[in-house]
Structure formats: structure tokens, C-alpha cells
């Protein structure tokens, strides 16, 4: 039996990845690369990194789970209502 990726892609789909685990892991490599880099309050390179991976963790999912495109789409959706209601206004004058 062969292997299908259309179905691979459909199961990690299922399973919200590309909701949740895909986004998480991004987030967490860009907060673990600031927190190494750029962390003033901890000293030494070892310590940095077990601090970091674990303050990282916790922001990603802060991040994840915040559901910020549900208020980017209402914005969007009074910004269109708005221009609407604009561009009507003005055709009627």
C-alpha cells in the first residue's frame, strides 16, 4: 500500500496541527532565540538556555492561544461596513 501525503496532510490537519502545534513551535524557537540572545538577567550561556526553553514555552502558548484573528476579522468586518456606508453616502449626494 502506498504511502499517500494527501491523507498525511489531512490527518495532521485533523488533528490541529497547523492550528495549534505548527504555530506553537514557531513562536517558541523566535522567544528562545530572544531570550538567549538578549537576556541580561541571566548569566551564564547553559543557564540561559534551560530559563530560556522554559520562559519561552510559557510565552508561546500565551501567544497560541490568544485568539487575535478573531479581532483582526471583526475589525476588518466594521472597516468594510463603515466604507460601505461611506460609499453609499456619497452616491447619494
Request: hydrophobic share 60%.
Amino acid at each position: 500500500m502506498a504511502f499517500e501525503f494527501n491523507t498525511f496532510l489531512m490527518n495532521l490537519n485533523s488533528m490541529g496541527f497547523f492550528d495549534f502545534v505548527l504555530p506553537w513551535i514557531l513562536f517558541l524557537v523566535i522567544f528562545f532565540v530572544i531570550i538567549v540572545q538578549y537576556a541580561p538577567f541571566i548569566s551564564g550561556y547553559d543557564k540561559k538556555k534551560q530559563i530560556g526553553v522554559i520562559i519561552a514555552a510559557i510565552l508561546a502558548f500565551f501567544v497560541v492561544n490568544t485568539p487575535l484573528n478573531a479581532y483582526l476579522l471583526v475589525d476588518y468586518y466594521l472597516l468594510c461596513l463603515v466604507k460601505q456606508a461611506y460609499l453609499q453616502q456619497a452616491y447619494l449626494l
